[in-house]
């Protein structure tokens, strides 16, 4: 059970990354009938930014030592989200796809990025 835990701790940052990754797909790919979100101005542009942010994050952490460019994951997340919105938009019932917020999504990844390389590193 040890061995097992500490495995477990050792990849932490790759099993939250995956997980996040699913969850995000599974998620944004979910009809919404009967959901209510929060209402107020800006607030789906909000969480799409969040989103994305933490995207970006978790697989920064997952894989530090990666050589994986930075902005390969960035192009990654951008990809995913457009995507996403057009699987939304022409796919998904109560769905729809938006420009807004693919750039919200965008400004996340990016936002992420940044955090992890001015303030996680150090």
Not at 20 to 32: D, I, K, N, Q, R
Not at 41 to 50: G, L, S, T, Y
Not at 89 to 94: F, G, K, R, T, V
Request: hydrophobic share 55%; no cysteine.
């Amino acid at each position: 059970m040890q061995k097992l835990t500490r495995k477990i701790l050792k990849h932490k940052y790759k099993i939250l990354a995956v997980g996040y990754t699913l969850w995000l797909t599974a998620v944004s790919l979910t009809p919404l009938k009967g959901i209510h979100l929060p209402s107020f101005q800006f607030a789906d542009k909000i969480v799409h930014f969040f989103l994305y942010f933490f995207f970006v994050l978790f697989w920064l952490l997952a894989y530090p030592e990666l050589k994986l460019k930075k902005n390969q994951l960035f192009i990654l997340a951008i990809l995913l989200g457009v995507i996403i919105e057009f699987l939304q938009e022409y796919y998904i019932p109560n769905r729809t796809g938006e420009v807004f917020d693919a750039l919200a999504n965008t400004l996340g990844a990016l936002a992420g990025l940044v955090f992890y390389q001015r303030f996680w590193k150090k």
